[in-house]
Antibody, heavy 127, light 107 residues
Framework: QVTLKESGPVLVKPTETLTLTCTVS??????????VSWIRQPPGKALEWLAH???????SYNTSLKKRLTISRDTSKRRVVLTVTDVEPGDTATYYC???????????????????WGQGTMVIVSS | SSELTQDPTVSVALGQTVRITCQGD??????ASWYQQKPGQAPVVVIY???NRPSGVPDRFSGSNSGNTASLTITGAQAEDEADYYC???????????FGGGTKLTV
């Protein structure tokens, strides 16, 4: 059973760099490499997709945050790291990592879903 | 456009049918997936693709698509269905993902 777990600091100061880690368990690297996204949710607000890393380590970023985000995977393939530079109070949120599963159906249509989510980690940006 | 639009709130009487909609240009090219989120919990996918339900999701949940609109229907809503629901898809370029603003369902 594949599980994801986020970890990182609870409190960071404005202008600092936030580093979050998503640890994957129950997945054999012999089965390939997972697609993983980071998604966040400010208190009382909607989900916001942030970044994605593909199996061959290509990356994709939310265009409005791209300059401040970096997503990477460690050599063990079991950890996906997100860094957010120059944080501000608006970055206060619960941060989730999620596995993306996708395929093409019998009609050739692309299908995807974030089918496994971590429990989330709350980050507060405050001085 | 990279936006998905949802009604902020929807109400349904216990046992009745409710439809939650999601509109956006990207839905003309990509199917939506739907996520249920209860307070203090991570989102859980309930519908993806044309109308696929993950194992464990009750069959009262169904999805449909037409033009730029995706819909999540709950037939015979139960008290435990009270939650926030989010739609998600690739954006129009196909390079990113985008979530709708969420719908708070009251049963």
């Amino acid at each position: 059973q594949v599980t994801l777990k986020e970890s990182g600091p609870v409190l960071v100061k404005p202008t600092e760099t936030l580093t979050l880690t998503c640890t994957v368990s129950g997945f054999s690297v012999s089965n390939g490499t997972m697609d993983v996204s980071w998604i966040r949710q400010p208190p009382g607000k909607a989900l916001e997709w942030l970044a994605h890393i593909f199996p061959h380590d290509e990356t994709s970023y939310n265009t409005s945050l791209k300059k401040r985000l970096t997503i990477s995977r460690d050599t063990s393939k079991r950890r996906v790291v997100l860094t957010v530079t120059d944080v501000e109070p608006g970055d206060t949120a619960t941060y989730y990592c999620a596995r993306l599963t996708y395929y093409y159906d019998s009609n050739g249509y692309y299908i995807d879903a974030f089918d496994i989510w971590g429990q989330g980690t709350m980050v507060i940006v405050s001085s | 456009s990279s936006e998905l639009t949802q009604d902020p709130t929807v109400s349904v009487a216990l046992g009745q049918t409710v439809r939650i909609t999601c509109q956006g240009d990207s839905l003309r090219n990509y199917f939506a997936s739907w996520y249920q989120q209860k307070p203090g919990q991570a989102p859980v996918v309930v519908i993806y693709g044309k109308n696929n339900r993950p194992s464990g999701v009750p069959d009262r949940f169904s999805g449909s698509n037409s033009g730029n609109t995706a819909s999540l229907t709950i037939t015979g809503a139960q008290a435990e269905d009270e939650a926030d629901y989010y739609c998600n898809s690739r954006d129009t370029s196909g390079n990113y993902w985008v979530f709708g603003g969420g719908t708070k369902l009251t049963v």
